[in-house]
């Protein structure tokens, strides 16, 4: 089982910057892509950003030039780097990891969320 717990969210105003990060724990054998996704309510989760294990990065166009993707493989850690932000970011962004255990079997982990309000 692995374990992601997100930080970094909060109250910023529009401009302004924020930085999220995802740390993984437990029994984690080898992580391969993890991501950032977005949900706000009564809309469907929606990808913001992914980054293989290598570092190749893909980003939703909304984000692209503004938000940053990045990993730190020793640590399991994810981040996101996002500037510029605009009212329309404001979301609950949740951190996935794409796992391959041991035995080859493959599970995507979701952390709980953290909230983003972009508010003046």
């Known amino acids: 089982q692995v374990q992601l717990v997100e930080s970094g969210g909060g109250l910023v105003q529009p401009g302004g910057s924020l930085r999220l990060s995802c740390a993984a724990s437990g029994s984690i054998f080898r992580i391969t892509t993890m991501g950032w996704y977005r949900q706000t309510p009564g809309k469907q989760r929606e990808l913001v950003a992914t980054i293989t294990r290598g570092g190749n990065t893909d980003y939703a166009s909304s984000v692209k030039g503004r938000f940053t993707i990045s990993r730190d493989n020793a640590k399991n850690a994810v981040y996101l780097q996002m500037n510029s932000l605009k009212p329309d970011d404001a979301a609950v962004y949740y951190c996935?990891?794409?796992?391959?255990?041991?035995?080859?079997?493959?599970?995507?982990?979701w952390g709980q969320g953290t909230q983003v309000t972009v508010s003046s």
């Open positions: 996935n990891a794409d796992h391959l255990s041991s035995a080859y079997t493959r599970m995507i982990y």
